[in-house]
C-alpha cells in the first residue's frame, strides 16, 4: 500500500475525532488548503463521515464530494447506499446501487444488498426488493448469510411469510439472526403458533435466545390477547435471561405485552419499575393501551407527560382519538403534529384518513392525498390505498374512489381492498358496480371472506337488487364455505323489507340459528315503517325495546311508523312512555367542510356566527319550494302543536341548516356534501331533490345508512333509503 503524505496522516485523526459537520468541514477546509483534495484516501474518509452522520445535510455534502471522484470505488458505493438506507431517501440508494451497476469494474457485495434490501422495505414498495433478490441470484450470494438474512427481514416487512420461509428453509446455515428475524416475522403476521415452533426448534439446534428473540415472541403472543400465555413468557423470560430489570428493550416489550392483552394494572407496574428516563417506546406503549380501551384521557394524560415525542406517540395518540369516536380531536392533534415539522408515517395518514372519512372532511383528505401520498407510492401501498378509496367513499366522491381503484395493477389488489370498494360502493346505492367489482375479484383469484358478503349483500339491499342478493346468500355456505353470521342475515331481512317481502324476511329471522340482535330487528322495523304494517313493525319494535330499553331512536322509530299510519293516539303513548323514563331521542346533527373547516349543525339551532345568513337563506329556500309547489311532509311531527309551527319544525332539521350554509358559500354547479349522523327525515328528502333543480347544484347526503345524491330533482337511492 502506497504510504500516505504525512500532512494527509496527521489529518485523518482529526477528521475520526469528528463529532459535528462543523467540525468536519474545517477538516476538509484543512485538506483543500494543503492540497490533498485530490487524494482518494482522504476524500472516501470525509464521505463516509458525512453520509454516516444521519442528518440531510450529511448525506447532501457527501453527494458533492461522491460527484468529485471521477472512479468511486465499491466501498464508496456502499457507503452512500448504507447512509440512504437510514435516510428519509431510501430511494436514493437504488439510484446509487443502478449508478454502481453501471460502472466498470464495479460491482456489488455481501455488504451491499443488506443495506438495499433495507432501503427497499422502507419504501413500502414490493417490486424493487424482487428485482434485487433476481440479482442476488444471478450474482451468486444467495448463500451468503448476512444476504439471506436481509431478505428474510424484507419479506417479513411486507408480510409475506412464504417468500420469508423459502429464503430461511434453503439456508445451509441458520444463525441467532436466521431464527429471530423470522420470529419477528410470524409476530408481524400474528402467528404466534408457529414462531412458538420455531422458537423449539431453534433451541433443538442448540441455538440459544437472546432479548431479541423474546421480544419478538411476546410480540407475537400479545396478538392473542391472552393474559395467561403472556405471564408465561413473561416468567419464561426471567428464567433465561439475567438481569432483566435493567434491559430497557426487554421491559419495553413485557409492558407493550401487557397493554396490548389490556392489563394496563400490570403494564403499569412494569413501567413504574423502569428507569425515570423511560424511552419512548414505552411512553407509547402505555398511552396505546390506555386508547385502546377507551380511555382516551388517560392515555392524553401519559402523552401530556412525555418530554420527548417521536412519531409513534403521535400516531398512538391520533389513532386513539379516531378509534374512539374523537375524529375531530384526532384531526387537530395531527395538525399539530404537522406545524411542528414531524412527517407522518403509513400508520398515521391511515389514521388519520380513518378520522377523515367518519367527518366527510373531503378537502382534509384531499390534502393529505396531494401532500404525503404522490404518485407510484399510492398505488404500490395497498394500506394506504385502500385508506384513501375509504376515505373518498365515505366523504362521498365515489368518482375518486373508482379511479383510484383501476389504476392499482391487478396483481396488488387484494381482498381488503376489493372489501374497501364494493362497501363503498354499495353506500352510493351502486348495486350493479358492486356486483362487477365482485366478480373482478374472482376473476383474479381473490376468495372472498365474511366481510365481503356484507358488502355486497347491503349493495344489493340498496339497489333493490332482490334475487341477485339472495343467490349470493345461498351461495356463501355452499360454495364459498363462509356460514352467515348476524351481519349477513341482518343484510337480508333488509333487502327483503325493503322490497316488500315483510313476511319473508320475519320467516328468516325465525329460522336463524341463533337470537336475532337489535340490528336485525331495527332493520325489519324500519322496512314496516315503510311500507305501512303495522303488526310485524309492533313485533320488531318489542324485541327492540326489550333489546335496548334506553335506546331513544327505537321510540322514535315506533312512534313515526304508528303517525304514518294515522295512529296518532298510539304514537302519542309512545312518547309520553319515552317522557315517563326520560328516555330522549339522539340528538340530530349534520357537518359541512368548508375550505378544510367542519361546521356542525343542530337540529334547530341558531348559534352558528354566520346565524343570520342562514336564516335569511332558509326563507329562500322555502319561498322557492313553496313557489314549486312543494307542501311540507309533516307527518313525522307528533308534537302537540299546530301545523305552521310543525313546518318550522321540519324547516329547521340539521341538514337543512347545513344546506342553506353550503348554498351561502358556493356557485352554482358546485357540489354540496353534508354528513348527518341519522336517517334523512322523509320530508328533507322530497325537499332536497327539489333544492337541486330549484339551485341547479348537486347535494350529496350521507346518513347513518347511505349516500343520497340529489341532482336534477332526482335522487340516487330510488326510493331504498
Not at 164 to 183: K, P, W
Not at 201 to 212: A, S
Not at 263 to 278: G, I, T, W
Not at 660 to 673: D, K, P, V
Request: charged share 20%; net charge neutral; hydrophobic share 40%.
Amino acid at each position: 500500500m502506497k504510504k500516505l503524505p504525512f500532512e494527509v496522516s496527521q489529518l485523518l485523526p482529526l477528521l475520526e475525532s469528528c463529532k459535528t459537520i462543523k467540525q468536519a468541514f474545517q477538516v476538509h477546509a484543512e485538506i483543500i488548503l494543503h492540497g490533498f483534495h485530490h487524494h482518494f484516501f482522504p476524500i472516501s474518509r470525509l464521505i463516509s463521515f458525512f453520509a454516516l452522520l444521519g442528518s440531510k445535510d450529511g448525506l447532501d455534502y457527501s453527494q458533492i464530494l461522491f460527484c468529485q471522484i471521477e472512479h468511486p470505488n465499491q466501498f464508496i458505493y456502499n457507503t452512500m447506499i448504507r447512509g440512504f438506507s437510514h435516510s428519509e431517501f431510501p430511494e436514493k440508494a437504488l439510484v446509487f446501487y443502478w449508478s454502481m451497476l453501471h460502472q466498470e469494474n464495479r460491482s456489488p457485495n455481501n455488504f451491499t444488498f443488506p443495506f438495499l434490501l433495507n432501503s427497499c422495505a422502507r419504501l413500502s414498495t414490493l417490486k424493487p426488493g424482487i428485482q434485487v433478490h433476481s440479482h442476488i441470484i444471478k450474482m451468486g450470494f444467495d448463500s451468503d448469510v448476512f444476504v439471506r438474512n436481509a431478505l428474510m427481514h424484507f419479506y417479513s416487512v411486507f408480510k409475506r411469510l412464504k417468500d420469508a420461509q423459502i429464503v430461511f428453509e434453503g439456508s445451509l446455515v441458520r444463525d441467532l439472526v436466521s431464527y429471530n428475524t423470522m420470529i419477528n416475522g410470524f409476530a408481524l403476521v400474528g402467528q404466534p403458533g408457529p414462531a412458538l415452533r420455531l422458537f423449539r426448534k431453534m433451541q433443538d439446534f442448540g441455538i440459544q435466545p437472546d432479548e431479541f428473540t423474546f421480544v419478538s415472541l411476546l410480540s407475537a403472543f400479545s396478538s392473542l390477547n391472552d393474559s395467561r400465555i403472556g405471564k408465561q413468557i413473561h416468567g419464561f423470560v426471567y428464567r433465561n435471561l439475567c438481569r432483566i430489570d435493567s434491559n430497557v428493550l426487554l421491559q419495553t416489550a413485557i409492558l407493550d405485552m401487557y397493554a396490548k392483552c389490556g392489563l394496563m394494572d400490570l403494564a403499569e407496574r412494569v413501567f413504574s419499575s423502569m428507569p425515570s428516563s423511560k424511552n419512548t417506546a414505552a411512553w407509547s406503549s402505555m398511552l396505546s393501551g390506555y386508547a385502546r380501551r377507551g380511555e382516551t384521557e388517560a392515555a392524553r394524560r401519559m402523552f401530556d407527560q412525555m418530554d420527548q415525542r417521536d412519531v409513534i406517540c403521535w400516531t398512538a395518540m391520533i389513532s386513539g382519538y379516531s378509534q374512539s369516536g374523537q375524529y375531530s380531536e384526532a384531526l387537530e392533534l395531527f395538525v399539530q403534529m404537522e406545524s411542528l415539522g414531524i412527517r407522518p408515517d403509513e400508520v398515521t395518514m391511515a389514521a388519520v384518513l380513518s378520522a377523515c372519512a367518519r367527518l366527510g372532511a373531503l378537502t382534509f383528505g384531499k390534502r393529505l392525498h396531494s401532500r404525503y401520498i404522490e404518485g407510484e407510492l399510492c398505488s404500490q401501498n395497498i394500506i394506504l390505498s385502500t385508506a384513501l378509496i375509504d376515505m373518498y367513499s365515505k366523504c362521498g366522491n365515489i368518482d375518486s374512489a373508482l379511479d383510484m381503484f383501476h389504476r392499482i395493477p391487478k396483481d396488488l389488489k387484494t381482498v381488503s381492498l376489493f372489501n374497501s370498494m364494493i362497501s363503498g360502493l354499495a353506500q352510493h346505492g351502486l348495486g350493479d358496480s358492486a356486483l362487477a367489482a365482485f366478480r373482478e375479484m374472482e376473476s383474479i383469484g381473490l376468495i372472498p371472506d365474511s366481510v365481503t358478503f356484507v358488502a355486497v349483500l347491503s349493495a344489493c339491499s340498496h339497489s333493490g337488487l332482490i334475487e341477485e342478493g339472495k343467490e349470493l346468500f345461498r351461495l356463501m355456505p355452499d360454495v364459498y364455505g363462509i356460514k352467515p353470521h348476524m351481519e349477513h342475515y341482518g343484510c337480508m331481512v333488509d333487502l327483503l323489507g325493503r322490497n316488500g317481502c315483510l313476511d319473508e324476511a320475519y320467516d328468516l329471522i325465525q329460522s336463524m340459528p341463533f337470537e336475532a340482535n337489535s340490528v336485525i330487528w331495527r332493520a325489519l322495523l324500519g322496512a314496516c315503517k315503510l311500507l305501512g304494517n303495522v303488526k310485524i313493525g309492533d313485533v320488531a319494535s318489542q324485541k327492540l325495546i326489550e333489546l335496548e330499553p334506553d335506546h331513544g331512536a327505537r321510540y322514535v322509530l315506533l312512534s313515526n311508523m304508528l303517525a304514518n299510519t294515522n295512529q296518532w293516539e298510539q304514537a302519542g303513548r309512545v312518547r309520553k312512555v319515552m317522557e315517563y323514563r326520560g328516555i330522549q331521542k339522539p340528538p340530530g346533527w349534520s357537518y359541512i367542510e368548508l375550505q378544510g373547516t367542519l361546521h356542525r349543525f343542530m337540529a334547530s339551532d341558531k348559534s352558528h356566527l354566520q346565524d343570520k345568513g342562514i336564516e335569511s337563506m332558509l326563507q329562500d329556500m322555502a319561498m322557492r319550494l313553496k313557489y314549486a309547489g312543494y307542501v311540507p311532509n309533516t307527518e313525522q311531527v307528533v308534537f302537540d302543536i299546530d301545523e305552521e309551527e310543525k313546518e318550522t319544525v321540519v324547516s329547521y332539521h340539521s341538514e337543512k341548516l347545513a344546506l342553506a350554509f353550503g348554498l351561502i358559500h358556493s356557485g352554482s354547479g358546485e357540489t354540496i356534501r353534508i354528513m348527518k349522523n341519522l336517517r334523512v327525515c322523509g320530508d328533507c328528502h322530497s325537499a332536497f331533490k327539489l333544492l337541486s333543480e330549484i339551485y341547479c347544484q348537486e347535494i350529496i347526503v350521507r346518513d347513518a345508512i347511505r349516500f343520497h345524491h340529489f341532482k336534477s330533482g332526482s335522487c340516487s337511492c330510488k326510493g331504498f333509503w
